[in-house]
């Protein structure tokens, strides 16, 4: 069995947090700064961070910005050596830096592929790998930011879903390795389904229209309440939403079924009515505007009840069983129908007699 990790109360803890000027990042970090924790925050963009440190700081909270590119070993390790001068140390580390593409593999750059990698995967090996020099002697919790897409890819976002599978993949595997060597860390995974923050916003985009991601969608809120219970809990993973949930598991139930259906399905779903400006590469290589926890989704669930229930075993399993369920049940009318519509366009063919 390996040493158990000492997971100390928000209060008394300090995590750094990289992706922390928008979205996802940037509500956990003001949630973080709320319970009372020391806070670190890194992302790209100095404007952004430099404004919300000041945010928190006026309220109370002790609390520090570093200039970093995931994808740059060096920026890592000068973000946890600031950490350590600062503050002593950290307590938690919460790899949440991401980019996306909307488009398809053969049609996106090759260049545009490996700035994606150097974001998604290598900086959370990056951050993985730092974190846990320091955590190993000190104890404390490592948080790495996944997917729904993790377990089931998506056309369109092809290039995205790989990367997210492969983080999957890394901490999975280093999980496995620090309980073999029994070291003082829990590392959780975080798999949230479509948010509204301003990922569409950010993401390079090489479709005719603007990109969106398919409903349901979740407020970031709901995705910091998963990182804030995991950095006080020895969780393994942690799913955002019931949409992913059931996306995930009739992937598995049926992954041939999800295949045709989602091939059908989903590349319409991600694009909207308003026509791109030719390919655009997002916040890929610089920054965007940033400070933003949102975008403008229409409907946009506030709570997952299947996530406030998660960590029920007994409610967790009903959750599963029932949304998988009226997935399985949704996908069959749709096919139903379909079926049925061009059955009645098209001539049944007939079996020829023999003589």
Known sequence: MKSKPILKPLHEQTVVITGASSGIGLVTARRLAQ??????????????????????????????????????????????????????GFDTWINNAAVSIYGKVEQVSIEDQRRLWDTNYWGVVYGSRIA?????????????????????AIPIQGIYSASKAAVMGITDALRMELEQERAPISVTLIKPGAID?????????????????PP?????????????????????????????????????????????????????????NKPSLGVSKGSLY????DGQERSDYPFVLERSLYTDLVH???????MTVLTTAAL????????????????????LPTRSRQP
Not at 328 to 347: D, F, M, Q, V
Request: net charge positive; aromatic share 4%; with cysteine.
């Open 216 to 272: 349901p969608v979740y407020a970031p809120d709901t995705v910091a309440d998963a990182i804030l219970h995991a950095c006080t809990t020895d969780v393994r993973d942690v799913v955002v939403g019931a949409g992913g949930k059931a996306l995930t598991t009739l992937g598995n139930v049926a992954p041939r079924l999800m295949d045709l259906t989602m091939s059908r399905l989903m590349p319409y779903l991600q694009r909207t």
């Open 132 to 152: 846990c020099e320091h955590l190993r002697v000190h104890g404390g919790k490592l948080i790495n930011i996944g997917s729904a897409l993790s377990e089931r």
């Open 286 to 289: 610089e920054p965007q505007q």
């Open 35 to 88: 319970h009372g924790a020391k806070v670190v925050l890194a992302a790209r963009n100095e404007t952004a961070l430099k404004d919300l440190t000041e945010e928190l700081q006026h309220k109370g909270c002790q609390a520090i910005y570093v200039v970093t590119d995931v994808g740059n070993e060096k920026d890592v390790q000068q973000l946890a050596k600031t950490a350590i001068k600062h503050f002593g």
């Open 328 to 347: 399985i049940y949704g996908t069959g009318k749709a096919l139903e129908n379909r079926t049925r519509r061009l059955s009645k366009r098209l001539p």
């Open 312 to 318: 029920h075993k007994a409610a967790t399993a009903a």
């Open 197 to 213: 923050t301003p990922y569409k916003e950010h993401a390079a985009n090489y479709l005719d229209t603007e990109g969106q991601n």
